[in-house]
């Protein structure tokens, strides 16, 4: 059986800049500077109907965290023709704010998550303020309020979605990151969402300051090579380096929106 090929689109929809080395890398110089930050939502095409991975954050987390909101993440979807009133799945790849804003935007979706995720954002570690720290306290108890509404899909570890899709849960920056393995025209894509924000994190070993689990977040790096068909096919959550390898989906959408199914032109 020939599994059909999913379209991947990257949504850039905020971003933050001035970031020092110590802001992106446990031990590094704290007085060097370093990549800036971009902020995705996904988009999952298939004949057979659209996912959304991810919901981003609203302008009130915008402002209050000093990120720079470039549009609304819901809003971005018409931009491929979508309406967000109709999207019937979303991924979410972990509850951080950055990850799990709007969910009062999607009317009928239902939100796949993984068990460790939902216990973890809602458990003792949350009496911790560094754990804390990334959460919103909206955008946990919207998601509670999606599972007594019977709108949540639990996972518990790996698990195939449909042919093609699989999800794949990491740790390590956060209890129950998940990641997703994609069935693309150039092989399987892993899209790594915070299992590794920038390329030099995977490539270099490097460990991101929020983290719940070192080992964890490092063994999560292993798997990303193992799962996708080459280092290429591995994009990164928040490397703006994604804008420039990746092409736009449509001439005016450059700077807004990449298809990660292209084969990138470095990487
Ligand atoms: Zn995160
Ligand atoms: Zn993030």
């Known amino acids: 059986m020939t599994i059909e090929p999913f379209e991947i689109y990257a949504i850039r929809y905020a971003h933050l800049g001035g970031r020092h080395a110590s802001e992106n890398f446990v031990l590094a110089d704290p007085h060097e500077y370093a990549s800036d930050l971009d902020y995705f939502v996904w988009v999952l095409r298939r004949s057979d109907g659209d996912l959304v991975v991810d919901t981003g954050f609203a302008e009130e987390a915008a402002l209050r965290r000093g990120r720079e909101l470039l549009r609304s993440p819901a809003e971005a979807l018409r931009l491929l023709g979508m309406d967000p009133g109709a999207v019937t799945d979303i991924i979410l790849t972990h509850l951080h704010y950055d990850h799990a804003g709007n969910l009062d935007q999607f009317p009928r979706a239902r939100f796949h998550i993984q068990d460790r995720e939902v216990a973890y954002a809602t458990g003792r570690s949350m009496c911790h303020g560094p754990l804390r720290a990334p959460f919103d306290l909206g955008d946990v108890l919207h998601m ?81 090579y193992r799962l996708a068909d080459s280092p290429s096919h591995i994009v990164p959550g928040h490397d703006p380096l994604v804008m420039r390898y990746y092409p736009a989906a449509r001439p005016e959408l450059e700077g807004i929106i990449v298809r990660l199914d292209c084969a990138p032109t470095e990487s």
């Open 144 to 224: 509670v309020r999606h599972v007594y509404a019977g709108r949540a899909v639990f996972h518990d570890g790996d698990v195939e979605i449909v042919p093609g899709l699989n999800l794949h849960r990491v740790g390590g920056h956060s209890a129950g990151l998940q990641i997703l393995r994609v069935w693309t025209r150039r092989g399987w894509v892993v899209l790594a969402s915070d299992a590794s924000h920038l390329y030099d994190h995977f490539r270099q070993n490097r460990v991101f300051p929020v983290v719940y689990n070192v080992g964890d977040m490092l063994e999560g790096y292993r798997l990303l």
